[in-house]
């Protein structure tokens, strides 16, 4: 079938990607994929998520420069085996399908990423098990019941079975996994003994969230144990008070508590706390990441500028509203996350996170942009989606983020003589916002050095765009940026 018979966005990307090596067919009412594709042998980057597809045709595994490839809320219930061709490939994503098994990935020699979120697995796939160079593994909201015995020759170094029906997580084969640091197998059916088991044998780099798993008679056991084995390793006071206070009562916060001291990182992600504990003051000057994402947190302690050693600080999806002005006095931190709370300004002293490298905060109330950025000079991907913001400030030009993401806002103003000044935007995103076309300036397509614009979901459609005065010089930098990845 040609790409005459589909309709114009579908022939105008197929048109395109040739040039580009970039082919989205995303949300295109697609039964089966257009066999103008296979001509496509430069293609690195395949987007045929969110269509009506029961099967990817065989000659995917011919485009061998192919780096990702995704294939999200589709309906396949197998991808073929030609895929273990794509030794270039590096992102693999099949989540929300109705796929069992997949085929012998062990030639994808550049694989990191398989997400196979939401799917119909009951065994976790041998095929994976082979992969020399996998990172990551995403199983979430599966059926797996079990590991296989070929689990010990997995190369990743995260796994991720949330949400499955785990009776065992195969001790034996799972700890000989070399490359494993980190383990979730939260909300599954794991008994006491299984996750006993699992956590004295571990050795001490594995991280391992297990709740929503023993019933409520084992929770009750799993803390005396907890409790017990603590005082058996001479666990502090406070650390218990914390246990006691905040409400969490399982061994996983003994183990993270009682690790925190060695391995520099504390975890304690949707254990139910309501207040930052006050004991963890302690390991100020030890701490290099502090997860406390899906709490019920609602103000962050002012000694947090006492962590002066913090790299990573993790607060997603609790209840800020403000952040205090100590947060600037973490000079090391690199990574600040925050999405997912009721923030509407930031401090001023965030400035001096003069470290500060990644700043996530999307789905917060924000309805301006947060000036106080402008001054982070290190900073270099910014992330404002789902929030409220209608225009971008004057100050923008001095912005010296490499990304700047705002899907899902409510911009009507993009201010752009300001913002083609920012000399180190490589990318930007504006999808769903309420953006003319106009806002798109010849200024910020041939002058500014963004080489990568999504605009999917405003005021003007893609004919538009390629339309406006600019768009070929733009064009060129964006073909030139996927050249080179």
Known sequence: MGNDSYNPTVRARLANASKTRVLSLKDSALHRIPDDVKDL???KHLD???NYLTELPAYIGSLNHLKQLNLTRNQCETIPAEIGLLTNLEVLNVSQNRMTDLPDLSKCVALKTVDATENQFTVFPVGICKCPNIEACIFTENRIERFPDEIHSLRAVSVILNKNRLLSLNTVNLLRC??????NVDDNQLNRDEIEKFIVKAPREIRVSYDGNVSQLHTADLQEMGNDHSKQKSLGDSARKIIGKSGPSTSTVNKHLEMASKSRVLQLKGTGLKKVPDEIEQLAEVLR??????????????FIGNFAQLKQLHLSNNCLEFLPDEIGSMKKLEILNLAGNKLQVLPETIVGCTDLRTLDISSNAFVEFPVALIACIQLDFLNLNGNQIEKLPDEVADLK???LSLNQNRLNSLNASNLAKAQRMRTLRLDLNCLEKSEFTRDLLESSNVSVISYDGNRFQLKEFQDLPGYDAYQERFTATKRKI
């Not at 990441?289 to 002012?302: Q, T, Y």
């Open 41 to 43: 042998k430069l293609l």
């Open 289 to 302: 990441n502090l997860e406390l994402s899906e709490n019920k947190i609602r103000d962050i302690p002012s």
């Open 178 to 183: 070399e490359r494993l640091r980190s383990l």
């Open 48 to 50: 045929v998520s969110v």
């Open 401 to 403: 983020v490499i990304e």
